[in-house]
């Protein structure tokens, strides 16, 4: 394996070019086997793009959430799957240092982690959101933790996982409390249940929590369960224009694939315009994606309005990206059924982005009840 080195003149850019040959010479091995892109992740590492998102008085590049989601759109054209799995880190990365600049506790110290130790930070909020999985029962110091965490991804390489769980208050009602639990705890199991359709390189494996006691200082967020409150917006508006951005990069790989197949019929009216509509859906939502980055801008706060934009371009690239796909199939034939094209592994992989919240449905409907001063699922 070749990997890079991180020298201190080298930009986000200059290391991400260099790493993507490893990303593109693994891809289509660890989509068969369903194994982790552990080549692509040590490359990434190695090159320093896993600490980008942290300060740079702190180690890292201090890379904004604008720059954050160009880093996984590129690495998306070369493999869907370490683009996926690693925007997980590094959103969590990102908030963490949203924290930092307002002095919340332990966002320094886990920065550092990231920074100089190599951590990987692993999300459980795709499963979780607003209506987490498990149990938090308050003790002496703390609370115990049960449940089962699934769409985990970097399970197998994870240092600590950025997680919730449901707390029935005795006075405030149903809570949710975000904290953070070490994979080094006794009572943490990771399983290998990864076997899906699209994306199988992320080893998104499922994650059993048994017991553990979490003390009161890794508590992030006491908040109301059920709702998409003030910290979750923020949450949101961190991390899914950099999970969006992947998704657009899987189908623009796609596209990519299928306009190198078209060549050979550019004088076919059919191809043409559906190269066209590709191409046409791939800039409509490219411009959401711009749209949802410029009303987060570099240090989001809470807000309906930024929180629904950002699902309105999710929702846009989840649409365009499938449509895109599954013209990218038309356009190259039969070729692109075979395993091991690009194409199909891109059809397959783009079929995730419904998963993440909000599905399309779900914001539509969000989006309608904002609109129409209805109550919904913004707090």
């Not at 999985?133 to 769409?151: C, E, I, L, M």
């Not at 005795?170 to 009572?187: H, I, K």
């Not at 091991?340 to 909000?358: N, Q, W």
Request: proline share 4%; glycine share 10%.
């Amino acid at each position: 394996m070749t990997t890079v080195q991180e020298t201190p003149t080298r930009t986000i850019t200059d290391r991400l070019a260099a790493i993507t040959p490893v990303l593109a010479a693994n891809a289509g091995r660890h989509d068969v086997d369903g194994s982790f892109v552990s080549e692509s992740l040590d490359a990434l590492r190695e090159s320093g793009l896993l600490k980008a998102a942290v300060p740079v008085e702190l180690g890292g590049d201090g890379a904004t959430i604008a720059e954050l989601t160009a880093l996984q759109r590129e690495l998306a054209h070369h493999c869907g799957s370490t683009a996926l799995a690693s925007a997980m880190h590094q959103h969590v990365v990102a908030f963490t240092a949203w924290r930092y600049r307002r002095g919340l506790p332990g966002a320094e110290a886990t920065l550092r982690h990231v920074a100089e130790d190599g951590f990987v930070l692993v999300s459980t909020g795709g499963g979780d959101y607003t209506h987490p999985r498990g149990q938090a029962v308050k003790v002496d110091g703390g609370y115990r933790v049960s449940g089962t965490k699934r769409f985990a991804s970097q399970s197998v390489v994870g240092t600590a996982m950025s997680t919730m769980f449901v707390f029935d208050d005795p006075v405030e009602g149903r809570r949710v409390l975000n904290l953070a639990v070490p994979f080094s705890d006794a009572g943490v199991t990771v399983n290998d249940d990864w076997d899906t359709m699209g994306m199988r390189g992320t080893a998104s494996n499922s994650i059993d929590i048994d017991d553990v006691f979490v003390p009161d200082e890794r508590v992030l967020a006491n908040r109301p369960w059920g709702v998409v409150d003030a910290p979750l917006q923020v949450i949101s508006s961190v991390a899914f224009p950099i999970i969006s951005g992947v998704y657009l990069g899987v189908a623009e790989a796609a596209y990519g694939a299928a306009l190198k197949v078209a060549a050979n019929r550019a004088d076919d009216a059919l191809v043409q315009r559906q190269i066209g509509l590709m191409k046409h859906r791939l800039q409509v939502a490219s411009w959401a994606l711009d749209g949802a980055l410029a009303a987060v801008d570099d240090d989001p706060t809470p807000s309906h309005e930024t929180y629904l934009a950002v699902m309105t371009a999710k929702a846009e690239i989840a649409e365009a990206g499938i449509a895109v796909c599954d013209m990218a199939m038309d356009v190259a034939g039969g070729s692109a059924f075979f395993r091991g094209s690009v194409i199909e592994r891109c059809y397959r992989d783009i079929r995730a982005v419904k998963f993440h919240p909000l599905t399309p449905e779900d914001t539509w409907v969000e989006a309608g009840r904002h609109a129409l001063g209805v109550d919904g699922i913004l707090g």
